[in-house]
């Protein structure tokens, strides 16, 4: 850990669960969420051929 930079482990898991804690918090308190839904489109069809370019 010491060669990827990391001195104290303690440290990154401490600070990570109170980001986990401080999103979920939000998320609680929050009246609504947005999200995007995808469509289902299909795809693009072929284009045509382009007679005489040959």
């Known amino acids: 850990m010491l060669e990827a ?3 104290d482990p303690t440290k990154v898991t401490r600070v ?3 980001n986990a804690a401080s ?3 939000m998320l609680l308190t929050t009246e609504c969420v947005t999200t ?7 795809a693009m069809p ?3 051929g382009m ?3 040959m």
Do not use: Y
């Open 46 to 48: 072929m284009g045509g």
């Open 36 to 42: 995007e839904v995808k469509k289902d489109e299909p």
């Open 16 to 18: 990570a669960l109170e």
């Open 51 to 53: 007679p005489g370019m």
């Open 5 to 7: 930079g990391i001195i």
């Open 23 to 25: 999103v979920s918090g």
